[in-house]
């Protein structure tokens, strides 16, 4: 709240969203404040956070990078940001974000400005790739009954409760009963903490990617930036 008033998040510019992808690769945007303004789906299963509770957040809040040395490198100075904003280039460099606060995640960051340089200067927008994702493929199943995988990859693909139901032909009650049991052995609370894990464990490959081999049927998604994956 801010004297009385709601928070409102500062808002990217259709134009500018409009060039930034809705899914793949995780891509995050943020304003000459730092302030979050895009953060596609991508970017919620990878980092396991969803769009509404990061938009208009700082980013180096929410992702507190270090170097591989342990160094650093998000915080209010960000020298990708100043960088970029002064009209240098930046090469592709590699983060370390900690998930949870505890799993460490490898990154490779590619940034670059979008937008004009009038008075509320560029959009930086940064997009990620992590580092040894082959390795994670190779993981073991999830501890779920062939029914649960097959719902959790409908989940993973961004479809909601009721059109899970529809694509299965099962009742939405019987869908609600197998998400509860999923979230429950895989010890999370929400179906986007569900979707990051998969992820993170090499279920998928990337965000929005079944691997056929493991019999989890992918699905169209919706365009949203602010990552639907309501019950």
């Known amino acids: 709240m801010i004297h009385g008033l709601p928070f409102r998040p500062p808002i990217l510019p259709s134009p500018l969203r409009e060039r930034l992808p809705v899914e793949d690769p995780p891509t995050v945007a943020v304003d000459p404040e730092h302030h979050i303004v895009f953060w596609n789906r991508g970017a919620e299963l ?4 969803r769009a509404p509770e990061v938009l208009g957040r700082r980013c180096h809040e929410i992702l507190q990078g270090r170097d591989i040395f342990g160094n650093r490198c998000c915080y209010p100075g960000c020298a990708s940001c100043v960088m970029l904003r002064s ?7 590699e983060i370390q974000v900690s998930l949870d606060g505890a799993e460490t995640l490898t990154l490779r960051a590619t940034s670059r400005s979008m937008g004009g340089s009038g008075s509320e200067g560029p959009v930086v927008v940064h997009t990620f790739e992590a580092l040894g994702a082959p390795a994670r493929a190779a993981a073991p199943d999830p501890p779920l009954t062939r029914r649960e995988r097959e719902i959790l990859g409908l989940v993973v693909s961004g479809l909601q409760n009721k059109e899970v139901a529809q694509k299965l032909g099962l009742s939405l009650a019987t ?3 197998h998400v509860h049991n999923i979230l429950e052995k895989l010890g999370v609370h929400s179906k986007i ?3 990051a894990l998969a992820f993170r464990a090499g279920w998928v490959l990337s965000p929005g990617v079944i691997p056929s081999e493991r019999a989890l049927p992918a699905a169209d998604t919706p ?3 602010t990552g639907s ?3």
């Open 223 to 225: 365009s949203a930036c």
């Open 229 to 231: 994956f309501g019950r």
């Open 46 to 49: 990878l980092f396991g956070r």
């Open 193 to 195: 903490e569900a979707a």
């Open 87 to 93: 009209g240098e280039g930046v090469q592709a460099f």
């Open 175 to 177: 869908v609600r009963n």
